[in-house]
């Protein structure tokens, strides 16, 4: 990987589909930490590191608002994926379990524990 390509986020780390997405979910381990909840699973194939990302609309109505979060946790993501081991193929669930809007860097410091929280269980 080119150090242009080390922060990037293409389609290939975003989980996506029903079936990938309802056995994570269904079969994952979960954990939190003050504002933010997670789920992962470990693959069985070889693949990136994929992620999702869920701002609930019960606590923000407003679409501006939940988009807003979705980008911060996604760039906080980003910019620390490093912290995982490269092609552990672990499948990530982010949920935002917090009523107010959090600034970024309190965010990215949550997102930065649940990393090595799981690069420890890896």
């Given amino acids: 990987m080119t150090p242009s390509q080390a922060n990037t986020l293409p389609k290939e780390q975003r989980l996506h589909g029903k079936t990938k997405i309802s056995k994570l979910i269904s079969s994952g381990k979960w954990g939190s930490t003050e504002h933010l909840k997670y789920c992962w699973?470990?693959?069985s194939e070889a693949c990136p590191?994929?992620?999702m990302v869920s701002v609930s609309k019960k606590?923000?109505?407003r679409a501006v608002k939940r988009n807003l979060l979705k980008r911060r946790?996604?760039?906080a993501y980003r910019t620390q994926k490093d912290l995982l081991p490269e092609l552990c193929g672990i499948n990530i669930l982010f949920s935002y379990s917090c009523k107010d809007v959090l600034d970024y860097s309190i965010i990215r410091t949550e997102v930065a524990?649940?990393?090595s929280r799981l690069s420890k269980k890896l």
């Fill in 41 to 43: 699973l470990k693959n």
């Fill in 49 to 51: 590191t994929r992620i």
């Fill in 59 to 61: 606590f923000f109505k």
């Fill in 73 to 75: 946790i996604r760039e």
């Fill in 113 to 115: 524990e649940i990393l």
